[in-house]
């Protein structure tokens, strides 16, 4: 059995839309490859405004990825509470937070050497 190697790009390009379908907001790129002892390539920043929108924003993440790139997260945390949704699709970490706990772990700035790049979808 051959396991098709899923491209960076393509994964990144499906997530964004699984965000997009939802009504994610405040989508940021982190582009950590410069940087050194990361755990992955990108990490991918989104918010919700309730435990229910960032539930449905996993879903349709892992959804849409699914269907279209025949490829699934590596692990997930977080789904019981729905605060901070984490998405690991090993080189792509996804973090889907509720506004308060996202501007609580402030990730962005502990990222704060990565390239970051704002999405706005649609």
Same mark, same amino acid.
Request: charged letters at 25%; one cysteine or more.
């Given at each position: *059995? ?12 499906? %997530?964004?839309?699984? %965000? ?7 989508? =940021?790129?982190?582009?950590? &490859? +410069?940087? +050194? ?6 990490? $991918? $920043? ?6 229910? =929108?960032?539930?449905? /924003? ?5 959804? %849409? ?11 997930? +945390?977080?789904? *019981? ?5 984490? *998405? ?11 506004? =308060? $706990? &996202? +501007?609580?772990?402030? /990730? ?10 704002? %999405?706005?979808?649609?």
């Amino acid at each position: *059995m051959t396991v098709k190697k899923v491209n960076t790009d393509d994964l990144i390009t499906e %997530i964004i839309k699984g %965000i997009d379908e939802v009504k994610g907001e405040n989508i =940021q790129l982190l582009d950590l &490859r +410069e940087l +050194e002892n990361t755990v992955c390539d990108y990490f $991918i $920043i989104c918010s919700g405004n309730s435990n229910t =929108q960032v539930k449905a /924003i996993s879903s349709s993440v892992q959804k %849409i990825v699914s269907k279209s790139l025949k490829d699934k997260p590596w692990h997930i +945390e977080g789904e *019981m509470n729905a605060e901070w949704v984490l *998405m690991d699709y090993v080189n792509v970490v996804v973090h889907v937070f509720q506004k =308060q $706990i &996202r +501007e609580y772990y402030d /990730i962005e700035s502990l990222w704060g050497d990565a390239k970051v790049t704002s %999405i706005n979808p649609s």
